[in-house]
């Protein structure tokens, strides 16, 4: 037990030696500084555990970092652009900007979602990307009403308006 948490966590703890990928052929295991100390081990499963590790590794790699920062700075954007589509409606730039920053946000969100727990390892290769192309198709038809409905309708702009307004009267019309 205590050896497998050394080496899941060899790279941080910088006081032990660390234990160098290359197992060697005869049972001993080869440190950093060269020298085995007489430590003899079976090397079977840790082969099959540095093996499971650099699998389950490739499947869950990504780099999110950058699809963080992409979200971070769309929700910024954002920020003016939903106002100015309400305050001024008809206006076709704004009801596509909004169209496309909307459907953008989604995506993102239900990718994750996609990627977070449709995972290859829980439910095999085939179903995450059946999940992922659902989150892209989904995407596709959300864009593209949206792009029909601001060019061949009223646009969303005025389509807020009108939601907000349904339950007021301009006038009072007396009895």
Same mark, same amino acid.
């Given at each position: 037990m205590a050896l497998s948490l050394v080496l899941r966590n060899g790279s941080k703890l910088n006081a032990l030696p660390r234990v160098s990928q290359n197992i060697l052929a005869n049972g001993k295991l080869s440190f950093s500084n060269g020298s085995s100390n007489g430590f003899i081990m079976n090397t079977n499963l840790l082969r099959s555990h540095l093996i499971t590790q650099k699998v389950v590794k490739r499947t869950? +790699?990504?780099?999110?970092?950058?699809?963080?920062? #992409?979200e971070k700075i769309l929700t910024i954007i954002m920020f003016p652009i939903i106002p100015a589509t309400f305050s001024?409606?008809? $206006?076709?730039?704004l009801d596509n900007l909004f169209a496309i920053l909307v459907t953008t946000h989604a995506h993102f969100g239900l990718e994750a979602i996609a990627r977070d727990y449709v995972r290859p390892i829980l439910v095999g290769p085939i179903l995450p990307k059946i999940a992922v192309g659902l &989150?892209?198709? #989904?995407? +596709? &038809? $959300? #864009?593209?009403s949206l792009l029909y409905f601001n060019h061949h309708n009223i646009g969303i702009g005025a389509a807020g308006r009108k939601i907000w307004s349904i339950g007021k009267t301009e006038k009072e019309i007396p009895c």
């Amino acid at each position: 037990m205590a050896l497998s948490l050394v080496l899941r966590n060899g790279s941080k703890l910088n006081a032990l030696p660390r234990v160098s990928q290359n197992i060697l052929a005869n049972g001993k295991l080869s440190f950093s500084n060269g020298s085995s100390n007489g430590f003899i081990m079976n090397t079977n499963l840790l082969r099959s555990h540095l093996i499971t590790q650099k699998v389950v590794k490739r499947t869950m +790699s990504g780099d999110h970092a950058k699809t963080w920062k #992409l979200e971070k700075i769309l929700t910024i954007i954002m920020f003016p652009i939903i106002p100015a589509t309400f305050s001024n409606p008809g $206006t076709e730039i704004l009801d596509n900007l909004f169209a496309i920053l909307v459907t953008t946000h989604a995506h993102f969100g239900l990718e994750a979602i996609a990627r977070d727990y449709v995972r290859p390892i829980l439910v095999g290769p085939i179903l995450p990307k059946i999940a992922v192309g659902l &989150v892209y198709a #989904l995407t +596709s &038809v $959300t #864009l593209g009403s949206l792009l029909y409905f601001n060019h061949h309708n009223i646009g969303i702009g005025a389509a807020g308006r009108k939601i907000w307004s349904i339950g007021k009267t301009e006038k009072e019309i007396p009895c």
